[in-house]
């Protein structure tokens, strides 16, 4: 956004980060009512608008506790045509769930997920089930105060510090900086994998935390690109992107993009990038520029999108050149510094505890 745009909005986003503090005040004064549960409850969210990477580590987390307890993710669903609680089911589509609780589903076959406006409800729902779960995963909750967290992590994006950012509309903060000392554990994500102690130390510095609370690092790794159609099946390409093509089509719909063009810029195949909104519902007009820009860039172009866009996609009826030409890149979190086992040990120790 230029300066000038920033400078006009800057008194609006004064006013937003008031109203936003006078919100959380409520909350913590208790004048605004919030729900305890009785059950180990993560909170996984953020302060930036746009994707920090929730999904990747909501999956981590997953990975770390449903081998030893049973899980459940509660979620809004952003983006779907439904509403109320909702359990997912085998029928259950993007549409009817969301994107992302529907990417969670196809990977974790077990995982119970619910969808949910009010969490509270949710919860209750959950807890009511015949089997209710053991641990529920809040995904993207840290400004939904109605339903207090055991265990909160914030997610913040390594290249969109909130130290230097503010409120909306002028900055990219769905509230101040500030609150992030309402959560337990930091985890600034997406930093490069090389990140040096020195770098590390300023930003500790910079996000000032309180003393009981702990700061993590994590990278985003892309794994092997898997063919579209069915983002649980296992069919990794074989051989190298830059071997079994001669030209990428991009295609992202997720908040920030700009690190998996980066990644497929690293390829060194000419890259044609195709973006759109987060959680972009994709029509058949969009299909058809899709099918027609493959065309245009010959024979040997492929199609790589990110595994969120994957799940949308792949519930629709798709032109046999887009079928054929397109593969998604699934994504992995990585705790850096050698300290994933400390990362872990903080999670399992609040669940044991609770």
């Known amino acids: 956004m230029p300066l000038s745009w920033r400078l006009l909005l800057y008194p609006v986003s004064c006013l937003y980060c008031l109203i936003t503090g006078i919100r959380n005040r409520l909350y913590r004064h208790g004048i605004f009512k919030s729900r305890h549960f009785d059950i180990p ?21 997953l990975r770390l506790l449903m081998p030893h307890w049973e899980c459940a993710l ?21 549409v009817t769930i969301g994107d992302e609780p529907m990417q969670m589903k196809q990977k974790f076959a077990r995982l119970t997920v619910v969808v949910a406006e009010k969490r509270v409800k949710g919860m209750e729902h959950l807890l009511a089930l015949p089997s209710p779960p053991q641990i529920v995963l809040l995904d993207d909750a840290f ?35 500030r609150n992030a ?67 990428i089509l991009g295609l992202a719909g997720i908040g920030n993009p700009a690190p998996f063009f980066e990644e497929l810029k690293k390829t060194g195949l000419p890259l044609t990038p195709v973006v759109y909104r987060d959680h972009h519902e994709f029509t058949t007009a969009d299909l058809q520029k899709i099918e027609q820009a493959l065309q245009k860039l010959g024979p040997g172009a492929l199609l790589l999108t990110t595994e969120k866009d994957a799940v949308r996609l792949a519930e629709m009826k798709l032109p046999p050149l887009i079928m054929e030409k397109s593969w998604y890149l699934p994504i992995q979190l990585q705790i850096l510094f050698d300290e994933q086992e400390a990362f872990n040990k903080t999670v399992t120790q609040y669940v044991r505890a609770t």
């Open 181 to 247: 000392s309402r959560a337990h554990v930091l985890v600034v994500n997406k930093c490069p994998q090389n990140l040096s102690e020195e770098e590390r130390q300023h930003i500790i510095k910079k996000l000032n935390p309180r003393k009981d609370q702990k700061i993590f690092f994590s990278t985003i790794s892309y794994l092997p690109p898997r063919k579209l159609g069915d983002p649980s099946a296992n069919q990794p390409m074989k051989g190298k992107i830059e071997e079994a093509g001669g030209s």
């Open 41 to 61: 409850v993560i909170s996984i969210g953020n302060l930036t608008v746009g994707g920090t990477g929730k999904t990747p580590l909501s999956e981590y987390l």
């Open 74 to 94: 509660l979620s809004r669903g952003y983006g779907r045509k439904t509403q109320g609680v909702i359990k997912a089911d085998p029928h259950s589509t993007a």
């Open 143 to 177: 400004q939904h105060r109605a339903l207090t967290p055991g265990f909160s992590i914030l997610v913040m994006d390594y290249y969109r510090p909130v130290y230097r950012d503010f409120c909306l509309p002028a900055g990219n903060l769905r509230e101040s900086a």
